[in-house]
């Protein structure tokens, strides 16, 4: 009995452990989580104080800088310039309109002086001052003005210069010195005097928290706090310009740094205290100890009852094992340590069993992310072979023909994605057997790709209408399947850049199945129909500009006017293709044709029907409904998206393909959809899209048609060099060392 309990108390005392050690754990992430929440909201209010602050001073020293401006086009101050002596009517008649034009300025906080240096004599507002006097009424020391004069920063339209506060004795002035230069006249000199309260806020976030104006030197500051940190002060005009959305940490300080927009050496720095964790702890370690009490007592009440729960069967296994050895002695003991080795084996044979279930349905996750990443490219020839093997792929090591599904009609609430590739993989197993591997890949809702290995175009074209009469005739789906020819598993890759080629044709396909035969009859249609105009029409569609769109289609109908008539055979055609256009901008915006015919019943049908005369109204028109339907409702998006940018990414590649192109496109940010790719595939954009440059690229050299310059042209690099340097990093070779090993 004793050993039993010592079983028992060891099995709670171990429970007991892996809770507390989980409470711990719990609650070192909440108290970390917390401190960066409010560490990022800290950063976030400060980084806008200091903002706020120098857009504020910016604006008043934009004000004063403007009435300079305004008095020099007065009379009476281009007399007192062009005067070679000292003229005091000039002089007068300067001062008074100088009184005059500040008299609408009084409130602003500032003061001008005004002087050619060659007088000896300052004008202002208050009267007329010696250089050296004026200097000891502002507290400015004669070297500011050789400092200025050796300084060589340029400012909007002339020279200004903002007077440290190691040059001035009065710390409630700022001062600036404004330059204006003739070729042969002296210079004219405006001194602008601020009173520190006007630039620097009157109040800070942070009690502890000071605001300063430097330029290279420090000029003036809110608080009577330390100054400035040195490093600061000599950090090279690079590091700073990245300072603006950067704060920058010293010791236990950081700083918050805004430039200003008028002189270009002045910058507005805001210094806080850091954020401390012991901080945080003191503010949240109270409202969090009695969720953790309460945790850590629900812990404890299901450690007892999972130890007790543990404890049961092997009780009365021990229970069981002692009244037969008692009643029957060792004989019997033997044959029930038989039966117990018996009944674990049976325990250990249903745990195996609930295993290989399991691991089954995590091979073929393991198996769908394996082969989207060799096709979306990313996947490098070591990781395939070794994957190969270990997933029990190697019936796909040989050429492999890839079947892209696009349906439309789908509906969010409707076909769950995981049956609809169930129902494709049925239809297909029905026409090709249990023997023949394949295997069916979803790329997004809409979009799914099926790997067969090598099939003759005439099985794969039955194995398609097979899939497309089967699947419409029970579901409300418009499927078109494009074919591709055979390629090897190292390069799908580019299987999928002509599926997505095909694709492209598929407007003026006549059957919905498109292979390179129909793409090429395809480009002999009889209409004018570039392929860009489908790309900005469905793009001006999800991006609600109307009036490009309107701009785009009546431009098409012209041309189609001038260059074929619209004869009743190319009048049919260019229906067809704009109205398999519409169908995908509604697609595109998550709508179906058959849900807008529901709403305008007669639509379709007139546009049909119209003649050549009336064409263009009704096509507008028809355009006008669609684009309504689509933008009637907000954008939202779902679980494809990631999978919807890959395949823009793959159809875009070898264009100047940019995030900010990719976050426009689809109405999102350009960090989100950064941080979609990285998450998807670990991989960046950068990287992403130069891996698929390298490998169109290789795929062109080894035509032995093109040059390296055509090559670089033709993936999107207008810099050959460029061009060389990704290829060498993502094949191992340059262009040119490549071409001579093919030969």
Same mark, same amino acid.
């Given at each position: ?5 010592? *079983?028992? &108390? %060891?099995?709670? #005392? @171990?429970?007991?452990? +892996?809770?507390?050690? $989980? /409470?711990?754990? =719990? ?39 403007? *009435?300079? &401006? %305004?008095?020099? #086009? @007065?009379?009476?101050? +281009?007399?007192?310039? $062009? /005067?070679?002596? =000292? ?657």
């Amino acid at each position: 009995m004793i050993v039993k309990r010592k *079983f028992l &108390y %060891k099995m709670l #005392t @171990l429970f007991i452990v +892996i809770v507390l050690l $989980y /409470s711990i754990i =719990t609650s070192s992430i909440i108290f970390y989580k917390s401190y960066q929440m409010l560490d990022a909201q800290n950063n976030h209010s400060y980084q806008l104080y200091t903002d706020q602050a120098g857009n504020y001073a910016d604006f008043k020293i934009q004000t004063a800088m403007e *009435f300079v &401006y %305004k008095i020099s #086009t @007065l009379q009476s101050l +281009i007399d007192y310039r $062009y /005067s070679d002596d =000292t003229n005091y009517l000039t002089i007068a008649n300067l001062y008074n309109d100088l009184i005059e034009q500040l008299h609408g300025f009084g409130q602003l906080g500032f003061t001008l002086g005004i002087t050619k240096l060659t007088d000896d004599m300052i004008i202002t507002g208050a009267g007329t001052f010696s250089v050296d006097h004026y200097f000891k009424e502002l507290g400015i020391r004669p070297a500011a003005l050789d400092r200025f004069e050796e300084s060589q920063h340029e400012a909007l339209a002339a020279d200004t210069y903002v007077i440290p506060q190691s040059l001035a004795t009065k710390p409630d002035k700022i001062v600036m010195i404004h330059r204006t230069v003739h070729s042969r006249l002296a210079p004219l000199y405006f001194f602008i005097v601020v009173d520190s309260d006007s630039l620097l806020p009157k109040s800070a976030d942070n009690p502890e928290g000071n605001f300063y104006l430097f330029t290279d030197e420090l000029v003036a500051s809110y608080g009577e706090h330390n100054g400035l940190n040195e490093n600061l002060l000599t950090m090279d005009d690079g590091m700073n310009a990245q300072m603006d959305h950067n704060p920058v940490r010293w010791g236990s300080t950081i700083h918050y740094v805004h430039h200003s927009k008028l002189v270009p050496n002045l910058k507005y720095v805001y210094s806080s205290e850091l954020t401390s964790f012991g901080t945080i702890f003191a503010a949240l370690w109270k409202t969090a100890l009695f969720p953790g009490m309460l945790l850590l007592l629900f812990g404890v009440i299901l450690a007892y009852m999972a130890t007790r729960s543990s404890y049961k069967p092997i009780r009365q296994l021990l229970q069981f094992l002692d009244e037969r050895n008692k009643a029957h002695g060792d004989q019997i003991n033997q044959i029930h340590e038989l039966a117990y080795i018996q009944s674990s084996i049976e325990q250990v044979y249903s745990l195996n069993h609930s295993l290989q279930n399991k691991l089954e349905h995590s091979v073929a996750h393991l198996r769908e992310d394996f082969f989207r990443k060799v096709i979306y490219g990313i996947a490098s020839e070591r990781f395939i072979q070794d994957n190969i093997k270990t997933l029990n792929l190697e019936v796909y090591e040989d050429r492999l023909n890839l079947m892209l599904l696009e349906c439309e009609g789908l509906e969010a609430h409707t076909i769950p994605a995981p049956h609809l590739s169930a129902t494709f993989h049925d239809r297909v197993e029905e026409k090709l057997g249990k023997e023949e591997p394949f295997f069916v890949l979803p790329l997004d809702r809409n979009k799914y790709c099926i790997l067969f290995r090598t099939l003759d175009s005439d099985r794969l074209r039955e194995i398609a209408e097979h899939i497309i009469h089967r699947i419409e005739s029970i579901l409300s789906l418009d499927i078109t399947i494009c074919i591709s020819e055979a390629y090897p598993l190292t390069e799908l890759t580019s299987g999928l850049q002509e599926l997505l080629r095909l694709g492209n044709h598929q407007y003026a396909a006549v059957n919905k199945v498109m292979t390179s035969r129909e793409a090429g009859y395809a480009e002999e249609a009889v209409c004018y129909y570039p392929l860009e105009i489908e790309s900005f029409l469905i793009n001006y569609v999800s991006t609600n500009e109307l009036g490009k769109a309107y701009e785009l289609l009546g431009n098409l109908i012209e041309e189609n006017e001038k260059q074929a008539k619209l004869a009743p055979a190319n009048l049919s055609s260019l229906k067809h293709s704009l109205l398999t256009t519409f169908k995908r901008c509604l697609n595109t915006n998550n709508k179906t044709l058959n849900q807008f015919v529901k709403e305008y019943p007669n639509a379709l049908e007139e546009f049909m029907d119209v003649g050549a005369a009336a064409f263009s109204e009704k096509a507008i028109g028809l355009f006008e409904h669609i684009f309504n339907y689509c933008n009637k409702d907000k954008f939202s998006l779902d679980s494809s998206t990631a999978s919807r940018i890959f395949i823009y990414i793959h159809k875009h590649f070898d264009k100047d393909l940019s995030l900010t192109d990719i976050a426009s496109h689809f109405n999102l940010s350009e960090s989100y959809v950064s941080k979609l790719l990285k998450n998807s595939l670990d991989i960046n954009f950068k990287q992403y899209v130069n891996t698929l440059k390298a490998k169109r690229a290789k795929e062109l050299l080894n035509q032995k048609t093109y040059k390296v310059h055509e090559v670089a042209s033709i993936v999107g690099c207008n810099n050959t060099n460029t061009f060389i340097r990704i290829f060498k990093q993502y094949i191992g070779v340059s262009p040119g060392e490549y071409l001579k090993s093919l030969e």
